[in-house]
Structure formats: C-alpha cells, structure tokens
C-alpha cells in the first residue's frame, strides 16, 4: 500500500525527533523517501491516528515510525527476560493467545525470549499483535527477528519505533522503548525476569502512568522470580489466567472473554514438516531448547514457535530440567 507524501508538519516533526537543527544536519527528504521505502508511515503527536493512550503519558513520542496498522482491541502489555525458562515461555504463549483469542491486542518489544513467545502466541491466534521496538524500523533488532517483523505487519499488527529509521542499539534506547510498550496498554503482564531488567523498568513505568502491572508468581528459588514476585509483594496483581487480565482492565473497557475454541487433539492435525524433524531429533531423548536449536539448525524463535504447536497437539510435553520430550516415550 502506497504511503502518501508527508505533510510540512509532518517534516518538521521528523526533524526535531532527529534532534535536527543549526549543529546537526538530518536529511529529512532521505527520511520521507525511505518511509515509502519501507511502507512506513509517520504519526505526529497530536495527530487522530495517533494512540489516546499513548498521547496520555507524561512524556509521549512526538513521533512514531508505524509499519502495518495500530488497529486492534484493548492493548495489554506482555514482557519479561530474554532467556525465559520453559515455565516461563509456556505461561507467556498461554497468557498472549489467549488474551488475544478473547479480543485483546498483545503488545511487547520484539526482544528474544518473553516478548517474541508473545507476539507468536498472538499470531497463532489469528489476531494482530503490536511490536515496539527500540531501535530503527529499517535496523531491526535482534536481527534474528526480522522475520517475525515482517509477519506481524503481514497479518494486520504493527511494528512501532520513536527513533529514527537507521538508528542502532544503543544502552539508553530500550529503558525508552518500554515507556512506550506500558504507555499503548492498559496493563503489563510481567513474565518472569531479574531485578534489574527491562521487564521491571517496563512495570514501574505502567505504574508512573497509572496503568495496571500483573505479574506470573514464579519459584522462590529462581532468580527469575526476581522482578515478578517483587512485583506481587509490592501489590501487582498475579496472572494466572485470562481473566486476571481481563479483570485489570479499566470499567468500561472490561471484555467479557469468547469461549475459547478447544486446542485441538494430537491425531486431529498432522505434523508440518518442521515439526516432524523436531519430533525425528528428539526420538526417546528429551532435549533443551538450546540443543534443539544446535541439532536443527534453526533459530531459537522459530523453534520455540514449532515447539509451542507441538504443546498444542500434544505430541510434546515439558519435562523437568527445562526440557522437552515426546508425548508417548514418557507414557
């Protein structure tokens, strides 16, 4: 879809988010040009397509960068660690789908682990799901998930960025980004994480903008109960299932849930063809995450999303020591 040239407004805005002025030249007339390069357009904070909620936080982007369409039901935020555990990544795919199955637009920041379990969970459901990232649209990172950029804008949802196209990672950009992930929900749901951790940083921003914070208890023992259980004792409230979340939603935008469809049987759906080479490589074994991704050759998203549709047929179940193995050798 073609993007319509920008407006003199609409330039003048992408040069002062770039920090344009007398000491340091942007090429605005590049900016526009790769835009409608990269079908992105440019929404400027006082704008109607630009997010109610988003414009009502204390420090709002004067820009946003969008690829795809803000178009959805009430966003709820899903964030956590990069390196979940398997409990982790099985409530983040449990939590996502079915929030988006019952009408809610998922939104996270597009990193590894948490937040790529639940954009996939969202699209496996069939419903859009919003991405923010943190660098650039044109710089995506972790470059690995420049797959999964394209297929959210693909399948109707949106991948966002404050920062100018090209712009790379860099340590200050992410603590930015997650004011926006809090700022287009009405509520965070933390999965797992340390205390230092951008989940965290996430959540207390949701609470500053006076949004709701739930958090999945996790094992004492795990330091990646660190940001969630401090969370729970600080007052969030625990997400243990879709109507947690539906019940953080403010009077008025309260969704009552659809009745879910049932998760379909193991003999109902046969195995892809990248599902039956993970089911090859595990044989008797049960394997990590980690060894599956070595044995196969495929990344760790596209991997965690053909084990998340093995769960579903329940060919694959999770064994202790953060594992999987197949259904019938542990019978």
């Not at 079915?98 to 682990?113: E, F, I, K, P, Q």
């Not at 996430?202 to 795990?222: I, Y």
């Not at 849930?257 to 080479?277: D, F, G, I, N, V």
Request: net charge neutral; charged share 20%.
């Amino acid at each position: 879809m073609a993007v319509p040239a920008w407006t003199e407004r609409q330039r003048r805005a992408v040069g002062l988010n770039a920090g344009a002025g007398p000491y340091r030249a942007f090429d605005v007339a590049r900016e526009e040009r790769r835009c409608a390069e990269l079908g992105a357009n440019v929404i400027v904070r006082g704008d109607p397509e630009y997010p109610d909620l988003l414009a009502s936080i204390y420090d709002p982007p004067l820009v946003l960068y969008v690829q795809g369409r803000l178009a959805g039901g009430p966003p709820v935020a899903v964030v956590g660690t990069r390196a979940p555990s398997m409990y982790g990544r099985r409530m983040a795919r449990t939590l996502a789908g079915d929030a988006a199955r019952s009408g809610l637009t998922v939104v996270s920041g597009l990193a590894r682990g948490i937040d790529s379990e639940a954009h996939l969970a969202a699209l496996g459901a069939g419903a859009p799901t919003w991405a923010v990232m943190g660098t650039g649209l044109a710089r995506v990172y972790p470059a690995e998930n420049l797959g999964l950029a394209r297929r959210i804008v693909a399948e109707g949802g949106a991948v966002i960025s404050e920062r100018p196209l090209d712009t790379p990672p860099t340590r200050d950009a992410f603590p930015r980004r997650n004011r926006i992930v809090s700022g287009l929900s009405w509520a965070t749901v933390v999965v797992e994480g340390r205390h230092q951790s951008g989940a965290m940083i996430t959540a207390r921003c949701a609470l500053e903008q006076g949004r709701s914070v739930l958090a999945v208890p996790c094992p004492a023992d795990s330091v990646l109960a660190e940001a969630p259980n401090t969370l729970l004792r600080d007052g969030a409230g625990p997400a243990l299932e879709l109507q947690d979340v539906l019940g953080a939603l403010p009077d008025g935008h309260l969704l009552q849930a659809r009745k879910l469809p049932p998760r379909p049987a193991s003999q109902a759906l046969p195995p892809t063809e990248e599902e039956a080479k993970i089911m090859a490589l595990l044989g008797s074994d049960a394997l990590s995450l980690d060894e599956l991704v070595q044995l196969s050759g495929l990344d760790t998203t596209l991997i965690s999303s053909i084990m998340f549709g093995l769960e579903l047929k329940e060919r694959v179940i999770s064994v202790p020591g953060q594992r999987y193995a197949q259904k019938e050798a542990c019978r």
